[in-house]
């Protein structure tokens, strides 16, 4: 099975490097609709063996709502503004990446100390959800704007749902929808607020969001 | 059934609230569901309802305990809601920081968001299947984010952003720490097992400990940002200080609350791994950095919300450590949540009365409380000794349940800082709410002779609750606290 | 097996000129235009060996020495080069470090010539192409240590012998990155578009030309033979991952790497014909993005 899902993993890890070094919004909005398709096809191929409403719910819905419905929401955010269209890093693009590289190194020695109990799909799987992870915090946290924040969190959350697709059986299909459900709603409030800071501040920039603090 | 109901009453009516077109209907939609909900959680006092759904919800003694607080909380807001969104009205309102006008949001958002997050607080309370735990508690995020946005001012939406995202993001963690505990308790063979805390406990010595204890840490550090244990609390300031004061006492007494359950269950199923030493020793450390914190930023505080957010921290802190210490201190800290709730839910509607007399946040501004509002005034300043553990009140016996339980555990240092902390703590708050309160009302505040009942009725059973948990816990209610503490590694309460 | 190898370094000092005829025919072909004859670089270089040089009186000894080293050492690295399956002339275990030494090493001396005459022009292009080299030589590094850790093997023949059974096979994505990293490599270290144009007349933007300008006659014959044995280095090398035609004859193995080596500069004209020249802050960005696809493949292979 590992060589039927190691490409998309890579795939998915060349992504996170092209989305730290992406100075483009529009682009960097299309990478992590591609993320959301990619994980998509993971959960097919994971699922295997599983019922198939299952595995075409959640990959369905994945790839709707992350490949499709996302991007469009993120884009009409950004529309009709006069925001410039990068993405305005605190860390520059050439060191993100070599970070990124740094934090692929760690994610691979950590999930070698961290032993799984049970037979995975892949053995790059866990270093590259843990890294899938890593990167959306480092979107967050390294990127000024607004929009790049909420990029940041579904990267966060592409990560985190890469390893529960794969490792984390038990989930209920339930629990699952209710997950993307959830992240559905935070994507949309959140959308609904970056647009409303565009129409207060006349921008969105979060590092001028700064009139609360002690 | 009766938990389905009390599920979906705040649902219907939630979701009824955003049709709904009459103002007047709709508050007494809201306020009849309160009470509504309250019943039906007081029949499960009576009768405890039977598992549903395969075990995906039940009601045990913890959940019962925070269904409580909640209910009784959410019901005593909605009916100062009642008052404060007469008081608000439909016109645009000049912001007195900055001068500028804004208009709120929509009634019909506000109440329906309202009931949604109870909604989703009741399931929090009542599920024990650790993912749809995980979906409640970030439900409950996304229920509350347009409360806090609620005047549509900028300083808001500031609030409301770092608030969504800090708690989203935080919350993610958990979701990672939750599928870390799935992997923890996967076979060998790679057959799926359950994810229901019952199961996970009676196979919980079998867990592996690596992964257990890798997504206990994310778990804390995700339930953690949403609890507003320091250093991860910065979105708690902001937030309470910018939503209306119902939902402030909301977010204070039952959000954070929900927040902390995450964390006692996920300090459950370490107990019954027979880890419970190692989720204690990051809940002490947590505990009384986040007191710290707090004593930091009350001690020079000069926004009368943000001081009863930090309290919040502190709080908080209060309670991690005693669930942290173990032995008697778990009762403590249980009891401190539950009169925490209450003191905190009470001070944050008494502080939408001076708000709304004075038209200003700011500690200087506000002199002579007692004078120009009689009974908010002195409910102010009731609330000042309630808060920081005087006796009478309720939190006086929590807090000293906590020090026991430091004592008893042979921990000097934590007791010593303990005590130094909450000293400091009385200080800050003392001398700042003192100030508000004595004095001569300056110029352009009208003394009301008279303030209207709805804002002053609830904050006063609030504040009746706390004193009488004070002088008199009762035997149903510490049986309860005692065995919700009990699964959590405490130990039994003996004065 | 040894007539193999060495046919295959004579292939090499005998068709490495060829590659840069299949690019410039590759290139007309794209723009519509028949193009120079394939035989084109043979004639220049023929012709400028039969002509007389200038010396500029700034130069000094190191300005003639320069290409004759960068020619020698390109000879040298022929013998350590794996055709495919068939094994180099020369392999013994860390030999694809003194392949890159002496890659590196034809690069300086270059350099040191171009240095040498003194002129502001060269120095620019000079410092451009150290600049790049830097950045690209870790990538190079990476790619052929990859190989190298994947195959288990001590000598770069043993390595490429071997990529079918220990690469493709078991880990298909880390080939397909080795293969990228080095392809990136291939177009910087020989002066291509996206990172240099070879055909630019304005030395403001020229890297590598402008580095050999003052170069002329034999001397410059010999740049021209040094930079297409480099690409034949390259070129050959990617050839033996790309295709991985392992089927035990060594004549066979290395006339189907031959054919790949040709078809690795063909797909080099198509890049250069489809692609504009990257703006100079960004090549760093796509070095180092080849140097990451590369460590990721030491990362995936196990």
Redesign the interface.
Known sequence: MG?EI??I??TL??VN?LLL?GSRLVTCIRLVAVQGVLLGILALLVQVGWSPTRAVLLAGGSVLLKGVVFPRLLSRALRGAEIRREMEPYVG??PS??L??AM??LT?WVSSRLTLPLPAAS??LV?VALFTTLTGLFLIVARRKAITQVLGYLVLENGIVTFGIALSHEAPLSVELGVLLDVFVAILVMGIIVHNIREDFDHIDTDRLASLKD | MLILLALALPTLAGLAAFVVRGDRLRRWVLVGTACGHLALVAAMWVRRPRPLWGDWLVIDALGLLLLSITSVLFAVASAYALGYLDREGHQPHRDFEEGKLFSDAPEARFVGCLLLFLACMTLVASTQHMGLLWVAIEATTLASAPLIAFHRHHRSLEATWKYILICSVGIALALLGTFFVAVSAARPGGESSSMLLADLMSEATRLNRGWLEAGFILLLVGYGTKMGLAPLHTWLPDAHAEAPSVASALLSGALLNCALLGILRSQQLLTAAGLAPFGQRLLVVLGLVSMAWAAVFVIRQTDFKRLLAYSSVEHMGIVALGVGLGGAATFGALLQAVNHSLVKGMLFLVSGNLLAAYRSKSTRAVRGAVRALPVSGVLWVAGLFAITGSPPFGTFLSELAVLKGAIDGGRWWVAAAYLGLLAAVFAGMGRIMLRMAQGEPGEGVVPARREAWSAVLPPLILLGLALMLGVWVPRWLAELIASAGQVVGGGPWRV | MVSASIVGVLAGLILAPLLGGIINRVKALFAGRSGQPLLQPYRDIAKLLRKGAVFSTTTGEMFGVGPAIGVAAGVVGLTLLPLGGSRAPVAFSGDFLLLLGLLALARFCIVLAALDTGSAFEGMGASREVAFSALAEPAMLLAVGALVRATDAQSLSAAVGAVWKQVWQP????A??VAAALAVVLLCENARIPFDDPNTHLELTMIHEVMVLDHSGPDFGLVLYGGALKLWIFSALLAGVLVPVRCGSPWLDAVATVIGTFCVAAGGGAVESTMARLRLVRV??LL??A???A??AV??V?
């Open positions: 060589w190691d490409p993993l890579v890890v060349l490097l070094g693009y050439t990446v070599l990124g590289l692929l190194a691979v053995h790059l270093p | 880990s298909m994505p880390a397909v990155l760093p960005q180092v993005g140097a990451v696809m460590a990721l990362l995936l196990r």
